[in-house]
């Protein structure tokens, strides 16, 4: 019996040692266990809040990534447009230069004058009128007339859109500057300083945004389907028609026709000049063209740029072979100031669809393009209308051509699904523009001819209007050369 006692306390005691034991063991282990859970647990927060940051980190170069390639296209869209502009403003010295250069000596200063102010004074004018109704915000009459306003809007960096809207004014103003010049060459010789002054005013601010509004503003005919890229109509044949009623307004020059009606041509005095302002206008018109494509950023823009700079080259160089073998075909010799104006008259006539014909067609309208001007140079001579510089054939007839020409050989627009409709919606916006700039500007001329500030008196232009209107001689020899084209 003490023996089974004996054993039966053993067995307790062993029982009692090993869970004490166990209790010992048991502790640390679920210590252990707990310390390595709260470890885990923070490894996977923080495993959570690093996923999270590089997620943000991740938006957030995505989103600066999207806003330098905005700030990119804005940068170089703006930098282009802006060399364009500059390149359209310097048309201004190529126009001085062809119109010093085919007319007489002794109104150099006046021609040059009238170059420089019809600039400035068109710049001043569009900013205060010109700009906003070109491209209204709003519409006083929907479709036809924009609401005034003043100024250019300054653009928030840190949020640009295509380009920079003073960049923008640059480019439209060196457009609107060149319908007012177009006519300086039209009215030539005889016309008073001031009353030169108030029509480019008046072309300026209100008649050609106008006009462009229509277009470029968005207006009625461009809900119709017109399509003038760059402005062989909306610029060219607006400054082309104006021009055409200041010469019929003011009549010929002083011994531009005997008394029995014979034209006597008036020799330009200076080729070289004329020559040169054509290079000028030529390059000037690679801002002109090109630049019109306003966007520059990216491939596909990038190519239709210089593609624009294609057509416009082979129309220029077309239309001065086509005038100089049309002039040598009627008058016997290859007539240098014919191919002058037929590189003109090429590049007005390819103006309104550059960007959107084949190569072989830009030849085809260059063409057609220089022989309209020689055909129109001798229209008007027929007429008795005394154009010195041939402003009315080069941009007038040039730019109808080029309207016409767009319909006839250019892509269809949206909205119009034939050659035939392409070409009427093309020839009604072109009759439209035409007779809006015509009738309003011979509206004007006639006022200030009856107002009796249009023209100068003839002792006036015999003696010259650098004298009579500014006091002064362009050159010391006080050359008295006559000028026109023949």
């Known amino acids: 019996m003490f023996c089974t006692l004996r054993a039966h306390l053993l067995i307790g005691l062993s029982l009692f040692g090993l869970a004490v034991m166990s209790a010992g063991f ?10 390595v859970a709260e470890e885990v647990a923070p490894d996977a927060a923080e495993t959570a809040a690093v996923e999270e940051e590089v997620v943000a980190e991740e938006a957030a170069e995505a989103e600066v990534v999207a806003f330098n390639a905005a700030d990119l296209d804005y940068t170089i869209n703006t930098l282009i ?50 700009f906003a109704l070109m491209y209204p915000g709003e519409w006083l009459v929907e479709g036809y007339l924009g609401e005034p306003a003043s100024m250019v809007t300054r653009d928030d ?14 480019f439209q103003v060196a457009f609107a500057a060149t319908a007012a010049t177009i006519v300086s060459g039209a009215v ?46 909306v610029v060219h044949a607006v400054g082309g028609f104006a021009g055409l009623a200041g010469a019929i307004v003011l009549g010929p020059r002083l011994g531009r026709y005997s008394a029995d009606g014979k034209s006597i041509p008036l020799p330009g005095h200076n080729i070289a000049f004329a020559a040169l302002g054509v290079f000028i206008l030529w390059i000037g018109w690679y801002g002109f063209n090109p630049g019109s494509q306003l966007t520059y950023a990216g ?5 239709a740029t210089t593609y624009i700079a294609l057509t416009t080259t082979l129309a220029a160089s077309a239309g001065a072979i086509a005038a100089l073998v049309t ?14 104006n037929g590189v003109l008259g090429g590049l007005v006539a ?33 007429l008795k209308i005394d154009d010195p510089v041939g402003a009315w054939p080069v941009h007038g007839l040039c730019g109808v051509w080029g309207g016409i020409a767009t319909g006839i050989f250019g892509d269809l627009p949206d909205g119009i699904e034939t ?6 919606v093309q020839a009604i916006a072109t009759v439209v523009i035409c007779a809006w700039a015509f009738f309003t500007m011979l509206g004007v001329f006639l006022a200030l001819k009856a107002a009796g500030v249009l023209r100068v008196s003839a002792e006036e232009e015999q003696a010259g209007l650098d004298i009579s209107e500014h006091g002064m001689h362009a050159y010391p020899s006080d050359g008295v050369s006559g000028g026109t084209i023949a």
């Open 26 to 35: 048991s502790t640390p282990l679920l210590a252990q266990d707990e310390a």
């Open 157 to 170: 960096p840190g949020s640009p859109g295509d380009y920079s809207s003073s960049a923008d004014f640059l």
């Open 419 to 424: 050659v035939g409709g392409f070409i009427v």
């Open 81 to 130: 447009m802006f060399i364009c502009a500059v390149l359209v403003l310097f048309m201004q010295a190529g126009f001085a230069m062809v119109e010093v250069g085919l007319n007489s000596a002794k109104n150099t200063v006046n021609i040059l004058a009238k170059n420089v102010m019809d600039l400035s004074v068109g710049v001043i004018l569009f900013l205060f009128v010109g």
């Open 299 to 303: 491939a596909s823009n990038a190519e």
């Open 350 to 382: 390819i103006t309104a669809n550059c960007d959107r014909v084949a190569q072989w067609e830009s030849l085809v309208i260059g063409a057609v393009g220089g022989a309209l001007v020689v055909l129109g140079i001798l229209m008007l001579d027929k």
């Open 188 to 233: 030539a010789g005889r016309m008073k300083f001031g009353a030169y002054l108030v029509y480019s005013a008046l072309l300026t601010g209100f008649i050609y945004p106008i006009s462009g509004s229509w277009k470029w503003g968005g207006g009625f005919l461009d809900a119709m389907g017109f399509q003038d890229f760059a402005g062989s109509v």
């Open 327 to 340: 002039g040598w075909a009627l008058f016997s010799k290859p007539d240098l100031t014919m191919a002058l």
